[in-house]
């Protein structure tokens, strides 16, 4: 079964689970999404949705089946076993069985954290461990582990929140101490903008920024009005089915920068609407900005120590997982709105950068529709066409695109469809198209990329071709 089949039918089971936890079908529900993170074991929604079914078949008693703690050792042997010999996708499935016996069991979801950690699951490995300390707050080696998972992923804030707790755990151990200094530091200098900034202007103070402190933590109210954090909250307990107190407190910690408090409202939204998509599409976006968020984060460490391994690593993992989440979102939105052609072409644009050509060119062919976005998409096109090997439908593209774009309104588009048809003729011997391709490009920007060099290399050519003429007319 291929990547897009198995995609397709996760979407269905999850559909169906969604279903079937609105009759309160727990079963079944946990069946069907079981089967969706079986089959896409890496979906975050997918995990987090199983999680919260299994959680409400027991009424969130916090400790599962009953004599779960007999029913799971089984399960932890296997798990130890299969730890040992590294096979983390069966982990994985051993886990997955022993959280649908207790879901709330710390070692369990540990061992999951671990065997998505080895896969580079990160996202998921992230969940579960907050599962887990969810279970146990003050297991200090789970604390750390997440630390530092969240802290690879540029995610400071909520790293130095764990390293005090640690703190608090260990208050005369002098290396956690030495660690929570320095991930503040950082985390100052990386949201002040002092490594890459020119002058004292460009540097902003901590109050640019939303963060936690005096001022704007939530103080304890003595009557409705005096804290929204606590009046959103008492509006939930008083009508826990209203979809709308949800959205309302995510929204609310969002503004806060508070993104991950955002989404675990949204998904507890997301469990108590039987999956409704506009809270779905909602909490996927939120997810995605912490991602970019994350990256750009990376980015910024790899360009203040270039020759960092570690930190061009971390770049490049969050690149892998921001484009891929991507992925997962765009395609699951393309099959809701279908007509969407800018939908179409962003998820083709991210099947580019996974070198899928042949995954990316009948959405762009149905995303050309749209008028709005056409000449970008035919550039799209062409790429995939000369990457895949069919250089003349590529110049096909190109020179559709040639003609939709001026150099007033698409200064930048217009170079450079010019500059890679000019290259085309160029490859094809084709001299005199090419000198009128690259003369185009000169025309708007004397300096485009060695626009120059490959003028002058073809009209070097035809000299060479005029002399050689010359000299058999006169032998003639």
């Not at 984060?297 to 971390?314: C, G, H, I, R, T």
């Not at 040639?402 to 500059?419: G, I, M």
Request: glycine fraction near 4%; proline fraction near 2%.
């Amino acid at each position: 079964m291929n990547e897009i089949d198995k995609k397709k039918i996760a979407a269905q089971c999850w559909k169906r689970g969604s279903e079937a936890m609105v009759k309160e079908n727990w079963n079944y529900a946990i069946e069907m999404f079981r089967q969706s993170v079986n089959l896409i074991p890496d979906n975050l929604t997918y995990r987090q949705t199983l999680r919260g079914v299994e959680k409400r078949k027991y009424k969130d008693n916090g400790k599962g089946a009953m004599m779960a703690s007999m029913k799971t050792r089984t399960v932890k042997l296997s798990i130890k076993k299969s730890s040992m010999s590294k096979d983390w996708d069966k982990v994985d499935q051993l886990a997955e069985d022993g959280l649908a016996i207790n879901p709330w069991d710390t070692s369990l979801n540990a061992s999951l954290a671990d065997a998505c950690r080895k896969r580079e699951y990160d996202e998921i490995a992230v969940f579960c461990l907050k599962e887990a300390i969810n279970c146990d707050n003050k297991n200090i080696a789970l604390l750390t582990q997440l630390a530092d998972i969240l802290e690879e992923r540029g995610n400071y804030q909520e790293a130095i929140v764990l390293w005090r707790q640690i703190t608090k755990l260990k208050p005369n151990d002098s290396i956690s101490r030495s660690k929570l200094l320095a991930l503040e530091a950082k985390d100052v200098m990386e949201l002040g903008g002092y490594e890459k900034a020119e002058t004292t202007k460009d540097v902003k103070t901590a109050y640019d920024y939303d963060r936690p402190n005096k001022s704007n933590m939530p103080q304890a109210a003595d009557a409705p009005g005096m804290s929204e954090e606590a009046d959103l909250k008492h509006a939930i307990r008083k009508e826990p089915t209203n979809k709308s107190h949800y959205l309302k407190i995510a929204e609310y910690y969002r503004s806060k920068k508070n993104r991950a408090e955002a989404i675990d409202w949204l998904q507890k939204a997301l469990e108590m609407s039987g999956g409704d998509s506009g809270i779905r599409e909602k909490k996927e976006d939120y997810e995605l900005e912490v991602l970019k968020s994350n990256y750009d984060y990376a980015k910024q460490a790899l360009v203040s120590n270039p020759d960092d391994e570690k930190a061009l690593k971390n770049r490049n993992a969050l690149k892998k997982e921001l484009v891929k989440r991507e992925i997962e979102v765009f395609s699951s939105r393309v099959e809701m709105y279908p007509q969407n052609s800018k939908l179409k072409y962003e998820l083709a644009k991210r099947f580019m950068l996974f070198q899928k050509w042949a995954q990316a060119i009948p959405l762009l062919q149905q995303a050309r529709a749209d008028t709005r976005i056409e000449s970008s998409v035919l550039m799209a096109l062409g790429e995939c066409f000369y990457n895949d090997k069919k250089v003349s439908l590529a110049k096909y593209q190109y020179e559709a695109a040639a003609v939709l774009v001026n150099p007033h309104d698409h200064r930048e588009v217009y170079t450079q469809v010019h500059y890679i048809l000019g290259y085309l003729a160029e490859k094809d011997g084709d001299k005199k198209e090419a000198l009128e391709h690259y003369n185009l490009v000169l025309g708007i920007d004397y300096t485009y990329k060695d626009t120059i060099d490959r003028l002058e290399k073809v009209q070097g050519m035809d000299d060479k071709d005029d002399d050689k003429d010359d000299k058999d007319d006169k032998k003639d």
